[in-house]
């Protein structure tokens, strides 16, 4: 017994060393760098240790508004793709003709490139010399005043985030939960129809139940995904996204960085724990969650 767990060991070794060295490594490096104030990366130098990184961050507005944008679209882009990828896989389930063709293109959007569906995106919403934009031409048809999508009010802007975001992650969602549903053992929805149990009922006492650990899956998945989100805002509303009022977390630490406001990396590192912090919490709460309500 004690050689085959050496030989475990053995086995494991490489992915030991290259876990420690690409992230636990960069983690406890970028933990100390959050607390050294001044910190020179050209020099390596700093003039102290402290709290201030945090506190200079936690006073900012760019940052409280990377913040702000970050947690409104957490909290609606998570739910409500789930709930659309719920509701379109089990159309898809209870399609039998031409069932893979329409797997195909609702996963389409998930391997096309962010900024093409970026593009699209602003085509659709933003107005131009010559026209409105495609969504301002269906709105207006109900009598509503064209809106600027793009550079417009923060709620215009804030809703096309959120479109996107559901648009992009839809895909791979329903991907999972219909091979979730067609997973489920058919002998129990016999055992329901012999019973006379209505399609609602079997629906939450069966297929949910039975679905629960691919749907936790998601979502804490879909947690992780929207607090680092980043590519979706610069599709949209590009590089400036302090300028838009549409930055978020990762923007925030990409431009302390790299960005505008480059050369902070003591800075950076503070925005990353405490966003790493967040998510830990988020993450260890769906857990405490899901004993009870994830049947495995």
Known sequence: MESNNKKAWLYLLPAIIFLGFFMIYPLIDVFVYSFEEGYNSASQSYFGIGLYNYEYILHDPYFIQALKNTFILVLITVPLSTIFSLLISLALSSISKLRELFQTIYFLPYVTNTLAVGLVFMILFKPTAYTDGFVNMLIGLFGINPVDFIDGPYWAKMLVLCIYTIWVVMPFKILILTSALASVNEDYYSAAKIDGTSKFRTFFKITLPMISPMIFYLVITGFIGAFKAYSDAVALFGTNLN???????????????????????????????????????????????SRKHVHY
């Open 243 to 289: 300028a838009a009022e549409m930055n978020t977390i990762v923007g925030y630490i990409y431009d302390m960085l790299y960005g505008t406001a480059g050369g902070y990396p003591s800075y950076a590192s503070a925005a990353a724990i405490v966003l790493f912090v967040i998510v830990l919490t988020i993450t260890c709460i769906n857990l405490i969650v």
